[in-house]
């Protein structure tokens, strides 16, 4: 931390912040400057909160240093750490985790047929929403439980581990009977009690990334995650908020090797909603692969044009065979290979 | 709705789409381009969902024209919603509400003394957080109910109505045992259930907008409100996320007669968290006040530089009360008086 | 400027930042902290530049402390710079300055009709522009020094001071030939060389604010100007790139607070470009004001349903003529007048 | 065009917009909806003007419905325009283009050493700035014509062909005699006098997006170029502004597989400018080019930590050597190429 007085500051305000450190067990180091004096603190293992001299008089700004976070970051932790599902699927340590499934579930039927045409292109998770989060009341709001049914079921038939969204603590818990990896979407990513309460839920989260939310802030709602009991957190960049009406959003790709030069957990993208244009999905899952990511979670359909929701950025099925037949063609050409297949194999 | 073709469209596509809106009980007007078809909907009398045609073959985009939002519209009712408190507060209809208190409640002796203050200055209703989303486990998070309860005594002693932040339903609930006005963060305007809860709960709702949120989509918010049974929604303008560190929001004052023409609820700034910056504070109360905003919630405290959070944008109590009359002077230079007087008595 | 090490710098890493920090005739002074050590630097008169230390082996980041402008800086020069045009209007120092006028000027007709209803109302400065930036090559470009002629014969018809907008040097010299004030405008914020050549052309010079760029870097575009030799500079907030299509840009109104505590420049607000709206013009021009800006400029049109451009965020005369009167009385509430009126004699 | 009428609309205001279509040799089609009326305009073979109609009343909106750009969409030229330079570099068309050098030219021996680890890692274009658009007044602003000369020495000695940027139409016309392609930078990409002047220099021009323009924005300012009679433009997405601090820009990689598939015109990407930072180049480079960008502009210098400027984004060589070697990868997972390279070679 370090405490930038105005320049105009007397030495008496500059005494009273020192002395203000001082009561915090830590230790003052001014720094005389041209126009202004800065005063640095020595002594902390953690954090400093600016919030005590913000408020005091003669200061003119407190700058972090030390980041926020402890327990997501590498410094705590060098090493990956690696998320391993039921079907053997492993997120993070090198493989690239590919995810897919519709929007929502809609029948029994529909989400058999996705299963069925996502495990034969080589993905080994199935991603299906129960618990639909829509900007509109009179939107299509999801199947609830009996939706979560259908998708256990139809991993299990097509040996995948699943994935489905809780969007409140009750729905969490009962997404966590029935699926392999809770999902917090984007506009939950601040649910700070949803975030603590999925520590003890028994289950790896998937954490996506806030509209408007910086790396920090989104590796401090892993945080409190981790900090609750739970360690097996994903990330997931999904796209934040832009002013060019031609994307949904703006998949920010450069967040993927920043986040993962901070934090050891996985790093995944989510071109669907990142892009929400069925044109971009795949050459944006090959970008995301590129740029390091450690799996993907892509929208698909059997009959996009008969969605209940998002069909603008499902892909078909075919089209999902191809996306993943690209991404292990880049993955392969640097090294890497898809979760459940090994390189030699392909 | 309006469905644009895409330029290589067959016949064969747009006699689909045609079709497709035929079966929803609709009417298809093709209207022939220099480069492409555009297909006209007639015949609904609400917002037709997208979702069904943008995922057609043929089809490039699909333009709604309607606005997707009912009970907050100024259509739907053309008179302000006045939001009456027990204390004889009138939020909407002309007067200007000011709400003012610390950021989190901290002890009896603090919110006694920041109601003493607040009530002189001539504001009539006490705020101060007793649940606090804060980005970082590690700070602080409130008193919790014990913070409600002291709140509520603060507020009595003084004659002032209440509003306290609630994060999930049960705590809502707890809220609304205590205080006179429910709100909902900038970062759960998005927590649908919590929404949904809310329409039962008995009290006023103080909705405050996403920092990447379209006026469209807080308003969507409210409707889940009002469709849940409470009618009684103040919208509350908090600033959206920007990219300049100067300040900590953009407090978007424009969004305040854009949504007042769009609904008939009242519409509240919030300059505190929408500029983060004490100095900034009282030019924007005015700003936000000739703007046409019903009242204005500022953070207020009787010692900023000993405040656990927020310290930086609270208001000392001589500066709170300064602002509270600047206030009151562009309010009547513009026909309109604070809340709780009348400018006769003035 | 201080200098953050990364947590696994090498004491020799330190000492060669020290030694680099010498080497520029400055003082080094290590903080040692918990995880890493900073590095404050002190000697300096002016902001250090970063570059030299950012490429050091070791540095996490260089974190600058004192701002990186002088001329238009408050601490350079305390009181207010106020510009004073040839029909006595000064901008600056407390009174507001209201500019009208058309977006493009079109006409002898229409430019004297537009220069009658804006002096009527009480205005004192003229804006037509004659050179338009537009977005595509095939949109109406202006008349060019024609338009400039014209502008100018209707500015003294109506003894109004006039303002119109330059693109590159060329067309500054012939803009400072006909008009009082050269506009810059946001797309040209950046053009390095323009704001050069705007230092010897003799005229004062209103620089819009760049959509995409922070105060600091709309108050570096002002420091070229000054550093090239004239001091006659108003700043004008006009709106940066938001995400809401609901408004054509975000007027940041707390920019104005925010940049006057920091310059001595005057500051006007563009409620026009800033909303794109013609009914969120009044409540916004109301509100620059009472946030403390030093004047507005409003697109006004005789016949804004005919305008060539900008028809949909021109006033009709008789809502120009409200605007004045309302921001007046603004003013008048908060103890200032419009330029070119006297309080007393209101 | 569309336009919609406000639902307070009379019957006579729809007259009026319909009389004005028709006055400009176009048909109305009025769609009367459940709660208002829209009117679809059909006959116009480009781009219907909104202005016009905006300013009429009883009008809500006009939303555009056909593109605004004409000579650089792909449905004016389906095929892909392919720049080729004189040492026989392609630019679009499918292979991989790489272009690195340092961002400022600093001297003889540093562009050349430059020039020769750029062509021994297989790029093929030199970057280097002679001109240099920098924010502070007080920055180090390039060495001017004598930085072209070494530039154009360096690139003749290693068969790289050449690229720098220009600042205004002076300085483009020095440009492009020394360099063989010549860039507007993000900040000028709306200096449309600038691209008029380059429709005639008889160089290649390399368009930078502004970092807060739409995609369409973009493609308008390059048809300036084109309509001004020069077609060989590529296109360069080098970030957008964003709100975390923890990138210099957001590069938004989806604009690339967007933008072509509107255009034919190739389209690179700065991973350099779009992140700036150095542990973030190679990922976005991979990424850039697994979505389909047609080259790379890389900064890289001989002695990052001695750079002028932007020192702090720069590679250093071998990190550039390796950065091609790992594009080359997934270049050719792809089946593409580097530029001057034929698979079947490598």
Not at 6 to 18: F, H, I, L, R
Not at 70 to 93: A, C, F, H, Q
Not at 177 to 187: F, K, L
Request: charge should be negative.
């Amino acid at each position: 931390m370090l405490i930038v007085m105005k320049s105009d500051a007397t030495p008496a305000q500059v005494d009273e912040v020192c002395r203000q450190i001082e009561l915090l067990g830590l230790r003052p180091v001014p720094i005389p400057g041209g126009g202004r004096t800065a005063i640095g603190i020595t002594g902390n293992d953690r954090a400093v909160d600016p919030g005590p001299f913000v408020g005091l008089e003669g200061v003119r700004d407190a700058i972090p240093v030390s980041a926020p976070y402890k327990l997501v970051s590498r410094e705590w932790r060098p090493n990956d750490t690696v998320v391993t599902l039921p079907n053997g699927t492993r997120i993070g340590g090198g493989a690239v985790c590919v995810m897919g499934g519709p929007c929502s579930i809609e029948s029994d039927a529909q989400i058999h047929a996705a299963a069925a045409f996502v495990a034969e292109a080589g993905a080994t998770v199935l991603r299906g929403g129960a618990f639909k989060p829509r900007t509109s009341p009179y939107a299509f709001q999801g199947l609830g439980e009996e939706g979560l049914r259908m998708l256990r079921e139809a991993g299990r038939a097509h040996d995948l581990a699943t994935v489905s969204e809780a969007m409140d603590i009750a729905g969490a818990e009962l997404v966590a009977e029935y699926v392999d990896i809770v999902q917090v979407g984007a506009r939950n990513m601040h649910s700070f009690g949803l975030l603590r309460a999925l520590g003890s839920i028994g289950k790896p989260i998937l954490l996506k990334r806030g509209p408007a939310s910086t790396i920090e802030e989104w590796l401090l709602a892993a945080e409190y995650i981790l900090d609750a009991g739970n360690s097996e957190v994903i990330l997931c960049e999904r796209g934040i908020r832009g002013f060019d009406p031609a994307t949904r959003n703006v998949l920010d790709l450069a967040a993927i090797p920043v986040a993962k030069s901070l934090t050891h957990l996985p790093v995944i993208a989510d071109p669907s909603h990142g892009t929400g244009r069925r044109d971009a999905i795949l050459p944006m899952s090959r970008a995301a692969v590129a740029a390091g990511a450690d799996g993907l979670i892509i929208e698909a359909h059997p009959h996009p044009d008969q969605a209940r929701s998002d069909g603008k950025q499902s892909l078909y099925p075919a089209q999902f065979h191809q996306a993943v037949l690209e991404v292990r063609q880049v993955a392969r050409a640097l090294g890497r290979d898809l979760a459940g297949e090994a390189v030699n194999a392909g």
